[in-house]
């Protein structure tokens, strides 16, 4: 588990009714909702397509990796665009958020550890729990839920499929 | 992208190694080619000359030793002999490391060099001892001679940088001369120009082969300058053909110049002043020489994708011109297309780049692996004319040499066994690119002993790949050697038998969206096809829906479009073959292969793909039209997902996938061969 010794500057967002903070540096760019072009044979988790000025960009929802209820989008829906890396690789994707906040300096006082039990969630894809106004903040481990959530993507069963 | 003129110098001088390596490859053959004599000469002493400039003093040095003796050579001292090509080699690997690390190769030059001494020496001093260290030093002992140089640099040659007290400085510190400025072109006062520099000078210097030492005092100023070196007393001339050598020198240097100010973004001075010497044929010659940039391969890119989104804009606007009744703004969307598909075209050119350019390097590794291995091999080459998206080639660089290395090692058998079965003793390896169709072929044909059935199958087995009850077509057991881990050498050698290669070779041209086909005749030798598309950025297109979603198929594979016929439509089971023309072709509902919701359209229609030998239909709910597709990889996320190669942007700037038509030839195929097994065991 990754320690926290300086700040950490972060881009706050909702999804469903928790806050999750991800690395300023890592965010590209937010959009409002685009067109999204659904990838058939997909897992639920990256699900669509989209394109973010001429690149086409992988759309993935969060929500999928922690189990969270699905809501229709309305007008604070985003698409916020990050680097992370998959398979070694850099990758620019998106993820969508129900609504995105400010940027704001966590402090590593203010950061713990996830708890090994109590937690919803599987305890790898999240690197800390922040507090900031008596609120707790949810830090992914981006790099670790694309690693775990893509690599169940493209388990295509189209063959089969096509066979029967 | 990188500035940094080290970087400059890394890119030239890689070049350059190469062009001296194939010039050796090629000298082993045709010795007594003094055209190609000459060019190695040159790219020796461009490799020099660049060197020093940009602080690589190491492989100034280095070279210049190489170059003083190959200099025996071009001066006919020296024979060419095998022995001398691979030390030669040798030294062109060496100067590769010197300039890729330069500390790494430290003490490795001067064996070398004393090897490539005493060969050169060897020969034309039978008799000398070999450490005889006098010539060894490379400085020829020929008597000093009294020579005149004038020389008037180009008018804007200062505010180009160039500071003559430096170029003076250089001049003097070749030996005792005597200055004297030429202030005949000075005009009065009152029409000078105090930016030009209108002082010519005149030297007089005591020095033993003055053309040379003033090639590289005045490397970048040959151009539009003037230069002029006489003999001034009478010396012991020890070259009494020495001004037409100097013409040469002088040529090359012109080609010099002029390369490497392209390289360096600054502009050839144009207005050469017409010179008073009779050297207008060199300018002339330079002038019309060919002209080439260096570009990084970055910025091709970069303008790919700007063209590729221009494509899509322009798409965009003859939609909304299609719907206009603006009659100008037709006129403007139509001339856009037309522009806009020509920049395409253009911008593709740019990229395509022959194979010839690295089938070149495979010449040295045969030559390597023929010595290593002992095995005598002659290498041949066609094709090399065929050209592939700059990308595309660099990729198959690696695939290349491992099948060649299979080739060599495991493909072609000794010389006794070869002469046992009754073959000359001397394998073939041929390379060979050819255009079919929207592909390239490109084939690696040895003429050994073919596949062994028996092994390949041992290995298989031993592998778990098979079970020895396994009944399996030869063809089918041959395609097991791209198996990861797999090989069949007997015996490990430093070459092949790692059984790394293979599979690696596999996977990288299915990353380029190609094809690997294998055959062998036992005996006889095998032959690895790779099958690619000319290019991975831009294809055309057919676009057509299924439910909501729009998807694109590459048009090359594109037979032709039929209604689906209401009778098999209402079907939702059953056979899945439409008779075209007498013939049974299968084919897939995408609407169950992507699980589209909701109802099919009434009036279906299948589009017939074919790839390679099989054909397909795919039903779709409508064919929207052509359109010019960009291709955009898919991340990591999205290619395990075996129906698409890849996305394209729309008109509408949605995001629309491209269908992998092979893939989905072979779930037709799929579909076909369990069909024929059903009713076969039906009728049986």
Known sequence: ?164 | MSNDPAETFRQEARELLEQLEQGLLDLEHNPADDDLVNAVFRALHTIKGSGAMFGFTDVASFVHEFETAFDKVRKGLSPITPELIAVALDAKDHVHALIEAPDSADGAGEPILAALRGIVEGDSFPDAPMIDPAPAAGVPLEPTGRWRIRFRLPADALVHGTNPMLLLGEIADLGPCEVTALVDAVPGLDVIDPESCLIGWQVDLTHADPVAALDDVFLFLKDGMELSIEPLAIATMSEPELPPAAEAILDILAEEVEALAVVADVPAPKAAKPSKEPREATVAKSETASTSMRVPAERLDELMDKVGELVIAQARLSQLAALSADGNLKTVAEELERLSSGLRDTTMGIRMVPIGTIFSRFRRLVHDLSRELDKEIEFITTGEETELDKTMIERLADPLVHLIRNSVDHGLESAEQRIKAGKSAKGTVRISAVYAGAEVAISVTDDGAGLNAARIRAKAEEQGLITPETRIADQDLYYMIFAPGFSTAKEVTSLSGRGVGMDVVKRTIDGLRGKIELTTRPGEGTTFTLRLPLTLAIVEGMLIRVGNGRYSIPLSAVEECVELPASVATHSRGRNFLDIRGSLVPFLRLRDLFNTPGEPDAHQKVVIISSGEGRAGLVVDQIIGNNQTVIKQLSHLHSGIETFSGATILGDGAVALILDTSRLVSYGQAYEEKFRNESGRAAA
């Open chain 1, 1 to 164: 588990m990754t320690t926290f010794t300086e700040p950490m500057r972060a881009l706050t967002l909702r999804l469903d009714d928790e806050l999750f903070a991800i690395r300023a540096e890592s965010v590209r760019e937010i959009l409002d909702l685009v067109p999204v072009t659904e990838v058939p044979n997909s897992t639920p988790f990256a699900f669509g397509l989209i394109n973010v000025r001429g690149r086409v960009v992988p759309l993935a929802n969060l929500k999928v990796a922690f189990g969270m209820a699905e809501v229709e989008p309305d007008q604070d829906t985003r698409i916020v665009v990050i680097e992370t890396e998959i398979d070694q690789e850099p990758t620019v994707v998106g993820i969508v958020a129900d609504k995105v906040y400010d940027v704001t300096d966590i402090e590593p006082a203010a950061i713990e550890e996830a708890p090994r039990v109590g937690m919803r969630w599987r305890p790898d894809y999240v690197r800390g729990i922040g507090k900031r106004r008596g609120d707790f903040i949810i830090i992914p481990d981006m790099q670790r839920i694309f690693e775990i959530e893509g690599r169940r993507s493209g388990t295509s069963t189209a063959e089969e499929r096509a066979a029967s």
